[in-house]
């Protein structure tokens, strides 16, 4: 087991090395010259000459890379070309505030969808279990900004239970972090909840159609025991993969819903960095996300070995 | 493995307390399952029809039938596990530790669930997927026991290391440590086994424990069971298509088609001397003679066509569809025709068909005699 999860480990170190090099590769095979994108067309030549010399942008694209790598690896990724402002806290900052929307609209989303996932499989014969499936489907179907538009119209604008954006650090105002995350989280955690639902239905439809669950009520477990000791361990495979694959969509996709409730995360900052062409923030925070999706990767593979111990070949 | 003999009073002497098997309104008190009027289907389509019989302890008999003839839905309207949608009707009587006062397709399921796994317990045809892939195997035989309160949590950990060494599991103490899918499919029909076996059920259905299993493995594991159930002098349903098997391991055997019992009697006279065309091309189209009674290379023959989907049975007799002797007669249900005196009664031993094969001396010298040359004959007959 100690093996597999070494190798895992493995896997992720060389797929985060890959990732770096293609996200660098990018940025530079985008045309133009990055000094002079950054200071726009009516930059003097000296000037970009200058910023060319200051960012080591006239060395060769290898020392470029391994450059960039140092100061990823040392956390101090360097400054802004305009700015000037240091790039690492900048990120941390946001990062944080992002890390803080998206777990708990990936918790609001399981607390909702293991339950009503669950009941809508057991019961996929009955008419309740039929309507909740039809609204999953159409929850589906609504993309999260467009939730939290209307979230904002209804609650923020009609209603003023809340404010319609913002943010504010939980420590200092509990109360008005908790009025601000509301929104953004519930519309976020809407649409996951409404596919991760879904996904629990389908993965307990399977287990309840196993044979080892007939074993269990054959041995004298009542339906729900059965499925409670012997079924959503099981289960619980297939609903890890999508709660891996949410989490990274959801790091993405929360670009989005910043920028509808005017939240300082890392998709606000990775937007604003685009519009001002600061190449370099940009390339880090492509490859912060990207670290963050493999490490996801990562934890659902070890999760993956602690659930099924079929897969921990080489154990014993 | 024992010689089978229709010896329904073997057990007596082991055991002289009858007042536990008795029970109101049946015949004898060795009664272990009492079957009666067994209906199921699905709303609209009947699968099974007034199926009747009764298990007396200590006694294995066998229910065979080509696939689709309701042997499995008989066996798990028994222990009540039916799927949604199916319904049963009729009347079924268990008594293991306490009297058969309910029927059981009315007790409810938190009772049922009582039952299953204690008084009866089943073993299924998969042992690839009969148990759970992320629980050790030790703790799921340890389970049934928790589950009834036969064990404390100490006792049943002793215990499964018994069951498992029982079950003729090497290393057992080991081996419970293990999770499935490092045991063998034979292994793991063991351990099916011993979970089955763990409580001492008055009644134990194997639903064609073998099936899936090598034919190195199967022998071994069809002692293990009739050596299981002899122990705990337990009432035995063994399903099985595999005629073969029904004559190693029981004494009396069951033809089922249609969702109707059409045959039934000891096995020797129902192999030896069937007299339901069913029976008759069924035993033609096993291997049950061997190489020996077969004339060269000379193909099985087979049963014309193919068993129908469910509910798609004809009206009669089920099998008039695919028999050569069917005629207008058979568009009326036949009734059953006792053959001779049978302790479980006349649905013990006895056919449903309006043309039976031909009345002959009996060639029964030996059980094993009498099959080989019944077949043959029989067989004659069917290419005739």
């Known amino acids: 087991m100690l093996l597999r999860l070494l190798h895992r480990a493995m896997v992720f170190v060389a797929s985060v090395l890959a990732a770096s090099v293609l996200v660098f590769a ?12 950054a200071l726009g067309i009516n930059a003097s030549d000296e000037a970009v000459a200058r910023l060319r010399e200051q960012f080591g942008l006239d060395r060769p694209v290898v020392v470029q890379y391994l450059d960039w790598m140092r100061g990823l690896v040392t956390l101090d990724p360097g400054i802004e070309f305009i700015s000037k402002a240091a790039i690492g806290p900048q990120i941390a900052d946001r990062l944080q505030v992002t890390l803080i929307l998206v777990v708990t609209a990936m918790v609001l989303a399981v607390l909702v969808a293991v339950p009503v996932g669950i009941w809508m499989a057991v019961r996929h014969r009955h008419l309740d279990g039929l309507v909740m499936s039809a609204v999953s489907q159409v929850g589906v179907a609504i993309p999260a900004f467009l939730a939290g538009i209307v979230l904002i119209s209804v609650f923020a604008v009609r209603l003023r239970w809340v404010p319609s954006g913002g943010w504010v650090v939980p420590a200092q105002d509990p109360v008005g972090f908790l009025q601000r995350i509301a929104l953004p989280s519930v519309s976020l955690a809407m649409v996951q909840a409404a596919v991760l639902a879904r996904y629990v239905r389908s993965a307990v439809l399977d287990v309840l159609r196993e044979d080892y669950l007939r074993t269990a009520r054959a041995k004298g477990l009542r339906p729900v025991q059965a499925l409670w000791r012997h079924g959503l361990r099981n289960a619980a495979v297939p609903v890890v993969t999508v709660l891996g694959l949410q989490l990274a969509t959801l790091l993405i996709g929360a670009v989005v819903i910043e920028r509808v409730f005017v939240i300082p995360g890392l998709g606000s900052l990775l937007l604003d960095s685009v519009a001002q062409r600061e190449l370099l923030t940009v390339q880090t925070v492509v490859m912060v996300l990207v670290v963050a999706t493999l490490l996801i990767n990562f934890l659902v593979d070890a999760l993956y070995l602690v659930i099924d111990p079929r897969l921990r070949t080489g154990s014993r | 493995m024992s010689a089978p003999a229709p010896e329904f009073d073997r057990g007596n002497a082991r055991h002289g307390d009858d007042s536990r098997g008795r029970k109101r309104g049946m015949p004898g008190d060795r009664t272990v399952l009492a079957v009666e009027g067994l209906d199921v289907g699905t709303r609209h389509t009947p699968l099974l029809h007034d199926v009747t019989f009764s298990l007396h302890r200590g006694e294995r ?19 009540g596990l ?6 049963a009707g009729g009347d079924v009587r268990l008594s293991g530790r306490t009297a058969a006062t309910r029927n059981l397709l009315d007790v409810g399921e938190r009772e049922m669930a009582r039952l299953r796994g204690d008084a009866m317990s089943m073993v299924f045809q998969e042992p690839m997927t009969a148990l759970n892939p992320t629980m050790r195997v030790g703790a799921q035989v340890a389970e049934v026991m928790r589950i009834h309160g036969t064990q404390s949590t100490t006792g049943a950990r002793r215990r499964v290391v018994e069951l498992l060494d029982q079950v003729g599991l090497p290393d057992p103490a080991h081996l419970a440590r293990s999770y499935p899918h490092e045991l063998s499919g034979g292994q793991r029909q063991r351990v099916v086994l011993a979970i089955a076996l763990a409580n001492d059920p008055a009644l134990l259905i194997c639903d064609e424990p073998t099936t899936a299993l090598d034919v190195t493995v199967q022998a071994t594991v069809l002692d293990l069971v009739v050596r299981g159930v002899e122990e705990r002098d337990a009432a035995m349903l063994f399903i099985t298509h595999d005629l073969a098997v029904v004559a190693t391991v029981c004494e009396r055997v069951l033809v089922m088609y249609g969702g109707r019992i059409v045959e039934a009697g000891p096995v020797a006279e129902v192999f030896g001397d069937p007299r339901h065309r069913y029976t008759q091309g069924l035993i033609a189209a096993s291997d049950l003679v061997g190489e020996g009674g077969r004339r060269g290379r000379a193909a099985l023959p087979t049963i014309p066509g193919t068993v129908p989907a469910a509910g798609r049975f004809p009206d009669g007799c089920v099998f008039r569809s695919r028999c050569d002797h069917a005629n207008d007669l058979c568009a009326s249900l036949p009734p059953w025709t006792p053959r001779g005196e049978h302790p479980a009664g006349d649905r013990a031993y006895g056919f449903a068909c309006h043309h039976p094969a031909g009345e002959r001396p009996s060639h029964s010298t030996s059980p094993a005699g009498a099959l080989a040359e019944g077949s043959t004959v029989e067989m004659e007959q069917h290419r005739g």
Do not use: N, Q
């Not at chain 1, 990018?26 to 994108?37: E, K, N, S, T």
């Not at chain 2, 229910?63 to 499995?72: P, T």
């Open chain 1, 26 to 37: 990018f940025m530079r095979v985008l045309p133009g010259d990055p000094a002079r994108v």
């Open chain 2, 61 to 79: 008999v066998g229910l065979i039938g080509e696939s689709g003839s309701g042997k499995s839905l008989t066996a798990l309207a028994v222990m």
């Open chain 2, 82 to 87: 039916l799927g949604e949608g199916l319904r």
